[in-house]
């Protein structure tokens, strides 16, 4: 290989061994877009141009690809390694299991592309240390039996398409388990949208930098700031979740405001303040925000709570929503096999030359009159007894469905569902007591009536199921009777039917299904007047105050719980954030972006606040050429999330360095490393042919750089990187560890710093792994 003999001519000549160790170079046949490691084990999830995701384990061996379909814009791994998150074009999110790539779940809290996903845990709780807040019992199991599953489709097997297998199952692997580190997936899309989600499938709230009106935190109030057209390039949220860091491409606009009425106080709260005339500059640039996320810390415990109530309440409404679909498959096949047989009579009748119908025909035979012609060739020839018995059965086994469906799977359903929403009416007094966050009390008090009436409505349908189905059993066993009597056949065996239950029968059910009326959406059922107003007068003892349920029907009833479900769990979280600072003028909105915490062990000289268990912000980016007027340049910023101290209430500088890259390379990709390293991969720029341009993968210790404080830019106390253009240092190869490519390099460069390797794509379809810790053997216990 052509690398390898380049590699050994240096080390031949005397140089000094070669870092990096090259573990494999794998022919690929796609190329890639995006590129993460696992963050525990030695997995590369890969996605392709047309929108494929590749798992390979560090061997390169292939365990799954899956297609959602779609376009992928953005991928990450839930901390743990065991879930990945793709976001698509189209705004969902989908969440996969990594041990066979199936889809967990898949949620829409975007309605346009996901642009950057961060899914980020609390930090581990010390050894011994016991976090008794997080014990949550859950309390069903002591009035309840086991929630109900999924109903099967009768008919389907497990696996079988249609068959919604293990619901809860899935389910569990994301959230269930009490014990489970709380954990928070942040997406952010190109229309500068940002989501939250509890352990990566409840949301807990929804930020659109638009429409905030930014101002810095502690300082002059008289200056604000709002993004406009604005895209989310990258998202990080600290260890801790108090913190968010947001990269974000578009226009920002500095607002002189007067502040009209009273004055606001407190700096969480001036962002919901946006009545103020726009005027002043723009700066058009790769901004850096930092979002005041505490409320995630502050109340991790009751947003781990509502989170998981939230999770065992949506899975249950699955329940419901599958019952009703197999209850409405199950009696729709029943009638259409009835009708199939019964509605030739009509046919039969018109050919005849008859003006009657056949509830006509019925009743006459009913009342003793002969039998007509059309009626007894229908009786003896088209329906007879076999077809009878036939549509009997499948009435009386398709009640006996519906029946079971609601006694083992909606009804325990509905009644856990109210009671968890009973348990949230305690949590939803947060709004009143903390301001900021909350579930609308007014919304859970109407949602807990709906999960009570669809409960009444479930025991309406067995009550109405119950007499349909006596009223089919009482006409078939009169129909029989009389086919045995025109066959002169015995009738001894057959119980004589209801003459007055027959005649409710031709008159309400032949031509009629209230069965399937009940089941149907957006359909008014009948309600005599008197019932009404019985309904009205019993409003005053209260409990209840829709008096116009009994005319829904139960899909009815259980939508309009659904929709208040989505209403009340929508966003509890409100949008009270501030700005701290920004890097103006990073005018391209694909440029190679990275963001890392470390550990907090700075020189004396460094004025950002940390301790030893704290952790540092570092924040690196490629400054594009027509920025800061310099070329080929790479900017790093530390503490800019460190630098706020609420309990003094300041705001300490952040620190920045701009590194120039020698003109011979260009910079494609970058990437914070462990231990305040960076890992660049540069492209060279003197050859003239791609045949004969190499590459390189470098690795500096930034911790070696002197960084220098930045500048604030008044009124608006926002930093700026101007100050920092004449102390840019030129970064020479020889500061660093460098690993020379025999051809060329592509983004997306993949850094593992759990594993210490580093996965390098080509133009020309290779993917090449390296080891970035020589020192150590990190790769011998490899999985």
Not at 430 to 444: F, N, P, S, V
Not at 726 to 752: C, F, N, Q, W
Not at 762 to 774: C, N
Request: charged share 25%; with cysteine; aromatic share 8%.
């Amino acid at each position: 290989m052509a690398e390898e003999a380049e590699v050994e001519m240096e080390t031949a000549a005397g140089a000094v061994p070669v870092p990096f160790q090259l573990q494999l170079d794998k022919s690929i046949p796609f190329q890639i877009n995006i590129a993460e490691w696992n963050p525990e084990k030695d997995l590369l999830a890969m996605v392709t141009e047309d929108s494929k995701v590749v798992l390979h384990r560090f061997n390169w061996q292939r365990l799954w690809m899956i297609s959602p379909g779609k376009c992928i814009t953005s991928l990450c791994w839930r901390p743990d390694g065991k879930v990945i998150a793709l976001g698509l074009e189209d705004g969902s999110i989908l969440l996969h299991d990594v041990e066979n790539g199936k889809l967990l779940k898949s949620i829409k809290s975007h309605s346009v592309a996901v642009i950057c996903l961060n899914w980020e845990e609390e930090a581990h709780i010390l050894k011994g240390e016991i976090d008794s807040a997080f014990v949550y019992e859950d309390r069903t199991r002591r009035f309840f039996p086991p929630a109900p599953r999924v109903p099967r489709m009768p008919g389907l097997n497990a696996g079988d398409a249609g068959f919604m297998d293990n619901l809860e199952d899935t389910f569990h692997e994301l959230s269930t388990s009490p014990r489970q580190h709380f954990n928070m997936l942040s997406s952010g899309d190109k229309d500068g949208c940002i989501c939250f989600s509890i352990f990566g499938i409840f949301p807990i709230g929804k930020i659109n930098i638009h429409k905030l009106s930014l101002c810095a935190p502690f300082l002059d109030k008289t200056a604000t700031f709002q993004l406009l057209n604005a895209s989310i390039h990258q998202l990080a949220l600290s260890k801790d979740l108090s913190q968010l860091v947001v990269l974000s491409f578009g226009e920002l606009e500095e607002n002189l405001v007067k502040p009209k009425g009273k004055n606001v106080q407190k700096d969480e709260e001036y962002a919901e303040v946006q009545k103020f005339s726009l005027t002043g500059d723009s700066s058009v640039g790769l901004h850096c925000l930092l979002l005041n996320t505490s409320i995630f810390l502050d109340r991790k415990n009751e947003l781990h709570q509502v989170a998981q109530q939230a999770s065992s309440i949506e899975d249950l409404v699955e329940v419901v929503r599958a019952s009703l679909s197999v209850m409405s498959k199950q009696w729709s096949e029943a009638m259409h096999s009835f009708h199939e047989k019964f509605d030739p009579l009509s046919s039969l009748i018109v050919s005849h030359g008859l003006d009657s119908n056949p509830q006509d025909e019925f009743l006459s035979v009913l009342f003793g009159a002969r039998t007509s012609p059309p009626l007894h060739q229908f009786l003896v020839n088209s329906l007879g007894e076999a077809g009878l018995k036939r549509v009997c059965k499948a009435v009386d086994t398709a009640g006996k469905e519906l029946h079971s469906v609601i006694h083992e799977h909606l009804q325990p359903a509905v009644e856990i569902i109210g009671f968890r929403i009973a348990e949230l009416r305690g949590l939803s007094r947060w709004r009143a007591r903390y301001h900021i966050i909350g579930l609308d009390e007014k919304l859970i008090d109407s949602a807990t009536e709906k999960a009570g009436m669809l409960l009444v409505h479930a025991e309406r349908f067995l009550r109405i199921l119950a007499i349909v189905l006596y009223q089919f059993q009482n006409f078939f066993n009169w129909v029989l009777r009389y086919i045995k009597i025109l066959m002169s056949e015995p009738i001894d065996q057959i119980q004589p039917a209801n003459s007055e239950l027959i005649v409710v029968f031709l008159k309400f059910l032949l031509d009629h299904d209230p069965i399937g009326e009940l089941l149907e959406v957006n359909k008014i059922i009948e309600v005599d007047v008197d019932t009404m107003q019985q309904i009205e007068q019993l409003v005053m003892f209260g409990g209840y105050s829709d008096t116009k349920y009994l005319e829904k029907t139960l899909s009815d009833e259980f939508n309009q719980l659904d929709q208040w479900r989505l209403s009340y769990f929508s966003s509890p979280l409100s949008r009270r954030r501030y700005i701290v600072g920004y890097t103006p003028k990073v005018s391209s909105s694909d440029a190679p972006t990275s963001i890392f915490y470390y550990k907090g062990d700075h020189d004396a000289t460094s004025e950002v606040c940390t301790d030893g268990d704290s952790r540092v912000d570092y924040i690196c980016f490629k400054v594009p050429d027509e920025s800061l007027e310099l070329t080929n340049c790479i900017g790093i910023i530390r503490g800019f999330a460190n630098g706020l101290d609420p309990v003094q209430k300041r705001v300490t500088s952040p620190e920045a360095i701009l590194l120039c890259i020698p003109d011979a390379f260009q910079c494609i990709d970058l990437s914070l490393y462990k231990e305040n390293q960076i890992v660049l991969l540069l492209n060279e720029a003197t050859s003239t042919s791609e045949s004969t341009m190499r590459s390189l993968i470098m690795m500096v210790q930034i911790s070696d750089f002197c960084f220098l404080p930045l500048s604030r830019r008044t009124p608006a106390n926002l930093w700026t990187l101007q100050i920092l253009k004449a102390s840019a240092v030129d970064m020479h190869l020889e500061i660093g560890k460098v690993r020379y490519i025999s051809e060329p390099v592509t983004s997306p460069l993949a850094v593992s710093a759990s594993r210490g390797l580093a996965c390098v794509f080509t133009p020309r379809r290779h993917a090449m792994v390296y080891i970035l810790d020589e020192d150590e053997d990190e790769t011998s216990d490899i999985d």
